[in-house]
């Protein structure tokens, strides 16, 4: 176990879940009315009504506080299975949108900005995030593999890119509406599809 990990949880004490109940909605709140950046750990255990110190123990920086809230440890657990290639990553899409679309605006963006600055965080991102979205796919593409859908089997990796990258530069870098995201992820599966998939006339 890491030390970052042993301070969040000295001595392997079992945590009280009601403090995590009232830290969750307390940034949640914070980041809409003060926003990312202005948001602090003395105001989020203010809000709770929690000692700062219980918070540290939880989450070694503000970053971590907010990374765990908005990414629970159910994000993207579960493959989706909904008997296509193109059902089970329209449904892995609408969970990424959702969490990109959800939080507060800023939010997104000013947590990876600080991820990319802290190595540690990074790799607990890498691992949370990433990995449960890679294993995800591994998965989504065995079970298409399995019932004759690919043509070939792409990596892992790109296709995660191919999914996120472009619902993530809609949001953030070119401030398009979410309400147009659906036109968006048709075609980015009409994509995904067109370079996966097996001629139905073959």
Do not use: C
Request: glycine fraction near 6%.
């Amino acid at each position: 176990m890491s030390a970052r990990k042993q301070a969040r949880n000295p001595g392997g004490r079992p945590r009280d879940s009601r403090v995590d109940d009232a830290i969750a909605p307390a940034v949640l709140q914070l980041l809409g009315e003060v926003g990312y950046m202005r948001l602090t750990m003395a105001e989020v255990a203010a809000r709770a009504g929690v000692g700062k110190a219980a918070i540290y123990r939880r989450h070694a920086t503000k970053q971590e506080m907010i990374f765990d809230v908005l990414l629970p440890d159910q994000f993207l657990a579960v493959a989706p299975d909904r008997g296509s290639l193109r059902a089970d990553l329209a449904a892995v899409l609408d969970e990424v949108a959702e969490a990109m679309t959800a939080p507060p605006q800023g939010t997104v963006p000013g947590l990876l900005a600080d991820l990319h600055a802290d190595p540690a965080l990074r790799e607990r991102f890498d691992e949370k995030y990433l990995g449960a979205q890679r294993r995800t796919l591994m998965e989504i593409l065995d079970r298409a593999a399995a019932r004759g859908e690919l043509a070939a089997r792409p990596d892992p990796a790109a296709l995660n890119a191919l999914l996120v990258g472009p619902v993530f530069a809609w949001l953030f870098l070119l401030s398009e509406s979410p309400d147009r995201l659906p036109a968006l992820t048709a075609t980015l599966l009409d994509a995904v599809l067109a370079l996966t998939a097996r001629d139905p006339h073959a």
